[in-house]
């Protein structure tokens, strides 16, 4: 017990050790930031553009976790005392700081806010929670606290306020990103073409950001390409680095008077203050969705190996069961005949329809069988595109069944077609099945009539859609999407023959394609069968 006691003592100690360690750093951080931003205020006033304690405290709450806000107010306090303000004044400021960084750290965490800020949702709620909203608290406290002690004036206090809200929105904006995207560096060692463009990058940037803000070339606009092309290429810690970058040089030049914006204090500092936050939330949002769009295809790729491993997994599974049970059925339907033609005469008439039952159950599931096969092999089939017209290849696979119909038994109507790609085996599989299908289910009083022709595109879709219509039996809309799953029958065997696969390979060569197949029927009102398939290349 007494050494349970001794070892949480220790650990304990380690934690404190830790926490004050890392208060100290942050403390430091602080202030040696609140002194640089001092030091950018505009000559002989007290105005700095942005405040970049403020991004440093709401990246260290983030990081680290709110119990080190003690640190951030220490920080605010000292500066506050070393600049000469009164100790109420110096603690209302502190105050409110301490409060806005508090509760923006807060808001981020209820808003489910990820470090790496690979999704626009971080990018917004950074912006608008923690840029936006959160200063208001710090601005307003702020503002008064210095109001009341006398320090601003009455007719200064709306000036003073917007100055302080929007500073602390830019130095959250362009300084959290920053050290957040930066405070991990990633595991694997870059290339030397990574490093080659990441050097041009650290050196053009600086450069173009010079040339406006620095030099004559007063277009600060057309640094968003730069930042745009910067954050696709390198992510959240290229658009971080590019914003902090334009952020102080464009600062340095504003309050030495250079640069792209004119006029007064005030309107020079809003006119650089808009100009940062619209260039740090362009340059970030661009680098999320670029890493959103790159996450999600790398997902669709995954997904599309797993398809493809299951497929050939089907595949290879598909044709050991048919091999396994060939062998099987053979035994069964030759034993069946064999016990037939060597004791027929002594067979009593149950016996034989039995044994005879048992063969036609052995050849059905040997329809099954080729039908499985013929199915799972759709999915490893290449698909050969070519340019071709629907309509010849319906002729063809017409001409094909018709040769062991009896005479008058179909009539089959084909329209001209517009082009499409698509394989002609896999499309005349379609047909097949679909021309079959009418055959099959006719009604026993009439003749089959088959219409097979195209309509344009629907509201939907911008490809034509073929079409195969019948005079039959139809079906009830309710089983529409049973009836294209694989061994998936509406009537029974006896009543009309098949395996019940047709429509799942018409579906499954239709997919294959990048199209879709759906029907419309009523029932003993035939039906009619719809596919799309990818239009022909101009």
Not at 26 to 52: E, K, M
Not at 324 to 349: F, H, T, W
């Amino acid at each position: 017990m007494k050494q349970h006691v001794a070892a949480d003592r220790v650990l304990g100690g380690a934690d404190a050790l830790s926490y004050g360690v890392r208060a100290a750093l942050i403390f430091a951080a602080y202030y040696g930031s609140a002194l640089l931003g001092v030091r950018l205020a505009f000559p002989h006033t007290d105005v700095t553009p942005f405040w970049p304690p403020s991004g440093i405290a709401v990246a260290a709450l983030v990081l680290f976790g709110r119990r080190y806000w003690p640190a951030l107010f220490l920080g605010e306090f000292a500066l506050n005392l070393t600049t000469g303000l009164p100790i109420a004044v110096a603690g209302g400021l502190s105050i409110g700081n301490t409060l806005e960084y508090l509760l923006a750290a807060s808001l981020l965490a209820r808003a489910g806010f990820e470090r790496p800020m690979h999704r626009v949702r971080d990018v917004a709620a950074l912006a608008l929670l923690a840029a936006v909203l959160s200063p208001f608290v710090a601005a307003t406290i702020g503002t008064a606290s210095l109001w009341a002690g006398g320090v601003v004036a009455s007719a200064d206090v709306r000036a003073v306020w917007r100055v302080y809200l929007v500073g602390d929105a830019v130095g959250i904006l362009v300084f959290t990103p920053f050290i957040l995207a930066w405070s991990k560096l990633p595991r694997s060692v870059p290339s030397r073409r990574r490093i080659v463009e990441a050097a041009l990058v650290a050196a053009i940037v600086p450069a173009c950001a010079a040339l406006v803000f620095l030099g004559n070339f007063h277009h600060q606009y057309l640094i968003f390409p730069l930042a745009i092309a910067v954050a696709s290429r390198f992510g959240q810690r290229g658009a971080t680095a590019t914003t902090l970058v334009v952020s102080v040089l464009a600062v340095v030049a504003t309050i030495h008077g250079l640069g792209p914006f004119h006029g007064t204090i005030i309107e020079r500092l809003t006119n650089l203050q808009l100009y940062l936050f619209a260039f740090g939330s362009t340059a970030l949002g661009l680098a999320a969705t670029t890493a959103a769009l790159r996450e999600a295809e790398s997902a669709a790729l995954k997904y599309a190996a797993r398809v493809e491993e299951s497929n050939r997994e089907l595949e290879a599974f598909a044709y050991t069961i048919a091999h396994d049970l060939r062998a099987p059925l053979r035994a069964i339907n030759g034993y069946s005949q064999a016990v037939v033609e060597d004791y027929g005469e002594a067979l009593p008439a149950d016996a034989k329809r039995s044994l005879a039952r048992i063969a036609s159950n052995a050849v059905a599931m040997g329809r099954l069988i080729d039908a499985l096969l013929e199915f799972a092999h759709l999915g490893a089939k290449r698909i050969e595109r070519t340019s071709l017209r629907p309509g010849s290849v319906a002729q063809q696979t017409f001409d094909r069944i018709r040769v062991g119909l009896p005479d008058g038994l179909a009539e089959i109507a084909i329209a001209e077609t517009p082009q499409c790609q698509a394989d002609p085996t896999l499309l005349g599989l379609v047909y097949q099945n679909l021309i079959d299908n009418a055959l099959k289910f006719r009604r026993v009083r009439d003749g089959v009539t088959i219409d097979v022709g195209w309509v344009p595109a629907f509201e939907d879709s911008n490809l034509p859609v073929y079409y195969v219509r019948d005079n039959g039996i139809g079906f009830d809309m309710k089983y529409h999407d049973k009836i294209f799953g694989v061994f998936n029958r509406l009537h029974r065997e006896t009543e009309y023959a098949g395996t019940g696969a047709g429509l799942a390979i018409v579906k499954r060569i239709v997919n294959r394609h990048g199209g879709t197949v759906w029907a419309q029927s009523e029932k003993d009102h035939g039906a009619t069968f719809f596919f799309t398939l990818r239009a022909a290349a101009k």
